[in-house]
T-cell receptor
């Protein structure tokens, strides 16, 4: 079945560590996105990529980095510069265009030890 | 900037009750509008969408009509079930200055719905 796979489902980070969240899609979508979800705040866009080897900052990119070396993969690194990383992280993809819906993975919950 | 405002929750209903979750928006131009649903511990699933004024999106008994004059996209269902218990997000995708869209979604804060037997 086609879809988006995020791993791991739960992730723990020690203070001062960088951690990388995986997102893989086999939907052949050009565009991919990373969102952060905090209780009562909806989703906020961290980074997005419309095509391989290109990506742009979203609304809350500070303390995060991404790469898009392959069409199917869009990993997110939460760096030690992100002072409040505990959250639920969601990856999404779409075929692009103004009306195409975004398809979401099941998310990764990151917690600080 | 673009924004979406949803009615505050949580919303608690009995099975077979009528559901309305209000959503209003502010955006430049003519946005596309979406409702997503999130079940516990999962990602978001697209529930329905509308891309122009007066369009009605519908799926699984849920409906929402794109009202440009009131900038609203309220979600309704005539008879809710326990299995509808979830968090519901209203979202929009607006056009950028060039008249095209890069696909960014702006979300409301979400409304928690709990349905009791």
């Amino acid at each position: 079945d086609g879809g988006i796979t995020q791993s791991p489902k739960y992730l723990f980070r020690k203070e001062g560590q960088n951690v990388t969240l995986s997102c893989e899609q086999n939907l052949n979508h050009d565009a991919m996105y990373w969102y952060r979800q905090d209780p009562g705040q909806g989703l906020r866009l961290i980074y997005y990529s419309q095509i391989v080897n290109d990506f742009q900052k979203g609304d809350i990119a500070e303390g995060y980095s991404v790469s898009r070396e392959k069409k199917e993969s869009f990993p997110l690194t939460v760096t030690s510069a992100q002072k409040n990383p505990t959250a639920f992280y969601l990856c999404a993809s779409s075929i692009g265009g103004p009306v195409a819906p975004q398809h979401f993975g099941d998310g990764t919950r990151l917690s600080i030890l | 900037g673009d924004s979406v405002t949803q009615m505050e929750g949580p919303v608690t209903l009995s099975e077979e009750a009528f559901l309305t979750i209000n959503c209003t928006y502010t955006a430049t131009g003519y946005p596309s509008l979406f409702w997503y649903v999130q079940y516990p511990g999962e990602g978001l699933q697209l529930l329905l969408k509308a891309t122009k004024a007066d369009d009605k999106g519908s799926n699984k008994g849920f409906e929402a009509t794109y009202r440009k004059e009131t900038t609203s996209f309220h979600l309704e269902k005539g008879s809710v079930q326990v299995s509808d218990s979830a968090v519901y997000f209203c979202a929009l995708r607006a056009l950028n200055a060039g008249g095209t869209s890069y696909g960014k979604l702006t979300f409301g804060q979400g409304t928690i719905l709990t349905v009791h037997p």
